[in-house]
């Protein structure tokens, strides 16, 4: 007869288990960790994570089980009906200390002048389970550090070879960059190559590192965790909006690290949004308001700012008034302007500045399936992205859906470096990508399953981008797929939902037919819009005010009034993520000089010009007059491609993706962070008459930009891939291109 269960009435699934006394249910085939750590019962740890897979290498989760002779790993020995475990008897304390005696035989006495002094798991577990004096007298090992880039300080001495960094680098982020050389006393954690690592994920190993082995290179030696104040803030670089905290002293943002949101980032930080604090204390940065007067920048008060900006608003009212919005701007800041707008009796307002194709008057829309979903897909199809750059914890979702036994197809014009096998690889030119959709190979592929189709940045803001979401759309209706557009913006839904949208022209028309006034809200007008040298062109010739984080070359060309408005870090404020959900960010960093947040400079403004409706004094009042709106979305022209020889297909940089991150000193260092090339399939290169490392010409209607050539088979044919937040190839906007030598 078989044994019967301990708790009968238990789900099936599930087996009872007493740890120090106390009856639990676990899953079967957990650990006895977990059921420990879903009841609060601490078990001392340095290898286990929970977000890793069980290497059970420091020991330190020994402890005593009945029946069993020896002290067992926690972090390794699975549950069983009726066990009885327990963690603080003699034989579990005694194994537990020996195992701290013999982490601390080699690990230098450095506390003082360690960087993850007072927030040290060692640290921390050595006052708890470390001798007073050490019996070890011999030479203590010395291991030689490696530079692995911009980002992570190493000091590999301390290191206990817990290889929570190795096992993170292979199973989250997929690049293999770490791992254990050498054998016995002589092993020591590395990059076999000595490169830096180029994984866009690569600060989270400074937070799985339980020791001071790998630091915040940028944060290092600047404060003490206890000098610091947290803030709850979020990412603002993309649209998943990483939850995250603010680490700030006396009002100065110093380090960022993630906020734990399974549902979102879970406990992972992209490097994009962990470094891009740096930028916030940019040169450049705008921290007084200026007026042009005579072509020469002037410094003055906001009373004669807001009076200069309130003219230009009157003398160019209604249709003749454009205003272009950054798609990372705040709900509140985004309602407000719309409210402006109203006021000034102009439907020409819009935020989608890096969408060319509006024809079918697309708005951002928050996912059809859940973040979380993505790991359970069966399929999933990813449309004209580098989803790895774009949004790199969705990418490391999809490698773990991967892993799960999903399968991945790609319809790309390039084929990207991913770190997942594909099941499926279409490379074509952008024009291409909406018929790969209607392909039947592709559908009999999907159809059947829990599919995903993720529609990214070269597919949204490309010419052809009215016809890939209706091929998206009708692949999704033909198998059942559920399709996610990425919205092209942080806060790109938040803006959609609260009326940041044309009734009359939108951004792309009021650039093309220019109007006589523009307020620009957040932007950096050299870098940021779709067609660079036409939004230029029209800002040049208008008066323009500009709500600014930074007074940079580009925005003191065209602007008439500079009025600076604080970052995120700086102000409270929600963004709405590719969800749908509302998420709040407080204000951590202080507000540089005369800089204010820029809900109040909106409202400031609108006084001036007498307008109804902002009566409110405070951010609580703002919030309180607030509510989502439809507006009726006026659609654009249809697009000209053009006629030239090869198409363009154009993704963000990774580090180029707005103003903060491409003043963020460190990312610019990374080595994913590439010089601006022009990438074209060998056929092309050949016909033009170019070969690896030379220079091209590139030429579109607008502009002309040379670059360095690289020639490459992953490049569809009749297409040259560029990366976009570059000056070199600001002038280069969407569709054809002719391209020669030099």
């Given at each position: 007869m078989s044994a019967q269960p301990v708790n009968p009435n238990l789900p099936p699934d599930h087996v009872t288990v007493f740890i120090d006394g106390l009856e639990l249910a676990a899953p079967k085939g957990s650990m006895i960790i977990q059921a420990a750590d879903k009841a609060g019962i601490a078990i001392p740890r340095f290898c286990y994570h929970d977000k890793l897979s069980v290497a059970a290498n420091c020991r330190m989760?020994?402890?005593?089980?009945?029946?069993?002779?020896?002290?067992?790993?926690?972090?390794?020995?699975?549950?069983m009906d009726g066990m009885k475990v327990v963690t603080r008897s003699e034989k579990a304390l005694k194994s537990q200390r020996n195992v701290m005696e013999f982490l601390l035989i080699n690990h230098p006495l450095d506390c003082p002048i360690c960087d993850q002094g007072g927030e040290c798991e060692l640290q921390d577990l050595s006052m708890g389970y470390g001798r007073s004096i050490?019996?070890?007298?011999?030479?203590?090992?010395?291991?030689?550090?490696?530079?692995?880039?911009?980002?992570?300080a190493t000091e590999m001495t301390r290191c206990i070879q817990c290889t929570?960094?190795?096992?993170?680098?292979?199973?989250?982020?997929?690049?293999?960059?770490?791992?254990?050389?050498?054998?016995?006393?002589?092993?020591?954690?590395?990059?076999?190559?000595?490169?830096?690592?180029?994984?866009?994920?690569?600060?989270n190993v400074i937070d799985v590192c339980p020791v001071g082995a790998l630091t915040n290179k940028v944060f290092q030696f600047k404060a003490r965790p206890w000098e610091l104040m947290a803030r709850e803030s979020l990412g603002y670089h993309d649209a998943l909006g990483s939850n995250l905290f603010l680490h700030v002293r006396r009002g100065e943002v110093l380090r960022t690290v993630p906020r734990d949101n399974d549902a979102l980032n879970e406990c992972w930080?992209?490097?994009?949004?962990?470094?891009?604090?740096?930028?916030?204390?940019?040169?450049?940065?705008?921290?007084?308001?200026?007026?042009?007067?005579?072509?020469?920048?002037?410094?003055?008060?906001?009373?004669?700012a807001l009076a200069r900006a309130a003219q230009i608003l009157r003398d160019n009212g209604a249709d003749r008034l454009g205003m272009l919005v950054h798609p990372s701007t705040s709900n509140e800041e985004g309602a407000l302007l719309a409210r402006l707008a109203d006021a000034?009796?102009?439907?020409?307002?819009?935020?989608?500045?890096?969408?060319?194709?509006?024809?079918?008057?697309?708005?951002?829309?928050?996912?059809?399936?859940?973040?979380?979903?993505?790991?359970?897909?069966?399929?999933?199809?990813?449309?004209?992205?580098?989803?790895?750059?774009?949004?790199?914890?969705?990418?490391?979702?999809?490698?773990?859906?991967?892993?799960?036994?999903?399968?991945?197809?790609?319809?790309?014009?390039?084929?990207?470096?991913?770190?997942?096998?594909?099941?499926?690889?279409?490379?074509?030119?952008?024009?291409?990508?909406?018929?790969?959709?209607?392909?039947?190979?592709?559908?009999?592929?999907?159809?059947?399953?829990?599919?995903?189709?993720?529609?990214?940045?070269?597919?949204?803001?490309?010419?052809?981008?009215?016809?890939?979401?209706?091929?998206?759309?009708?692949?999704?209706?033909?198998?059942?797929?559920?399709?996610?557009?990425?919205?092209?913006?942080?806060?790109?839904?938040?803006?959609?939902?609260?009326?940041?949208?044309?009734?009359?022209?939108?951004?792309?028309?009021?650039?093309?037919?220019?109007?006589?006034?523009?307020?620009?809200?957040?932007?950096?007008?050299?870098?940021?819009?779709?067609?660079?040298?036409?939004?230029?062109?029209?800002?040049?010739?208008?008066?323009?005010?500009?709500?600014?984080?930074?007074?940079?070359?580009?925005?003191?060309?065209?602007?008439?009034?500079?009025?600076?408005?604080?970052?995120?870090?700086?102000?409270?404020?929600?963004?709405?993520?590719?969800?749908?959900?509302?998420?709040?960010?407080?204000?951590g960093g202080k507000l540089p000089d005369a800089a204010r947040p820029g809900w109040r400079v909106i409202r400031a403004l609108a006084g001036e010009l007498g307008a109804a409706g902002f009566e409110f004094v405070n951010l609580a009042g703002a919030r309180a007059s607030i509510a989502p709106r439809t507006v009726q979305v006026a659609a654009g022209r249809a697009v000209d491609a053009g006629q030239g020889a090869l198409e363009i297909a154009m993704s963000p940089a990774i580090y180029r993706t707005d103003a903060i991150v491409r003043r963020a000193a460190a990312l610019q260092s990374h080595p994913l962070n590439q010089a601006p090339t022009a990438h074209l399939n060998p056929q092309d290169a050949q016909a033009l008459g170019l070969e690896q490392g030379s220079v091209g010409r590139f030429a579109v209607?607008?502009?002309?930009?040379?670059?360095?050539?690289?020639?490459?088979?992953?490049?569809?044919?009749?297409?040259?891939?560029?990366?976009?937040?570059?000056?070199?190839?600001a002038p280069l906007g969407a569709g054809r291109i002719d391209a020669g030598r030099v």
């Open positions: 989760c020994l402890v005593e089980v009945e029946k069993m002779p020896k002290p067992a790993p926690a972090c390794a020995t699975p549950v050490s019996r070890f007298s011999e030479r203590k090992r010395t291991v030689p550090d490696e530079d692995i880039g911009p980002l992570v929570r960094c190795v096992r993170f680098t292979a199973e989250v982020a997929g690049t293999y960059e770490l791992g254990g050389m050498y054998r016995g006393e002589n092993l020591q954690i590395g990059t076999y190559d000595g490169k830096p690592l180029t994984t866009e994920l690569s600060g930080l992209s490097d994009r949004d962990r470094y891009s604090h740096q930028g916030l204390y940019a040169a450049d940065r705008a921290v007084r308001p200026m007026v042009k007067e005579g072509g020469e920048w002037v410094e003055t008060s906001w009373e004669q000034l009796g102009t439907g020409n307002i819009d935020h989608r500045i890096s969408q060319v194709d509006l024809s079918d008057a697309a708005v951002a829309e928050p996912f059809a399936a859940p973040v979380a979903d993505i790991d359970t897909a069966s399929t999933i199809v990813i449309v004209g992205s580098n989803i790895r750059h774009e949004l790199p914890l969705l990418h490391a979702r999809i490698r773990r859906a991967w892993r799960n036994g999903a399968k991945v197809h790609v319809v790309n014009p390039v084929d990207f470096d991913f770190t997942f096998e594909l099941a499926g690889r279409h490379v074509v030119a952008p024009s291409r990508i909406a018929e790969t959709l209607a392909d039947s190979s592709l559908r009999e592929s999907i159809a059947g399953g829990d599919a995903i189709v993720l529609v990214g940045a070269i597919a949204e803001n490309g010419p052809h981008a009215a016809r890939i979401r209706a091929a998206a759309r009708d692949l999704a209706q033909a198998t059942g797929a559920r399709v996610c557009r990425i919205p092209q913006g942080a806060n790109a839904v938040g803006l959609a939902r609260h009326g940041v949208l044309p009734t009359s022209m939108d951004a792309q028309a009021m650039l093309a037919d220019p109007r006589s006034a523009y307020v620009l809200y957040g932007i950096e007008p050299g870098l940021d819009f779709a067609d660079t040298a036409r939004a230029m062109a029209a800002l040049n010739g208008a008066q323009v005010v500009a709500f600014s984080h930074f007074a940079c070359e580009s925005t003191r060309a065209v602007a008439d009034v500079i009025l600076p408005i604080g970052l995120l870090p700086e102000v409270d404020a929600t963004l709405t993520n590719l969800e749908g959900v509302d998420q709040l960010a407080i204000a209607a607008a502009g002309t930009a040379k670059l360095p050539v690289e020639v490459s088979g992953k490049v569809a044919p009749g297409t040259v891939y560029i990366e976009g937040g570059h000056g070199a190839t």
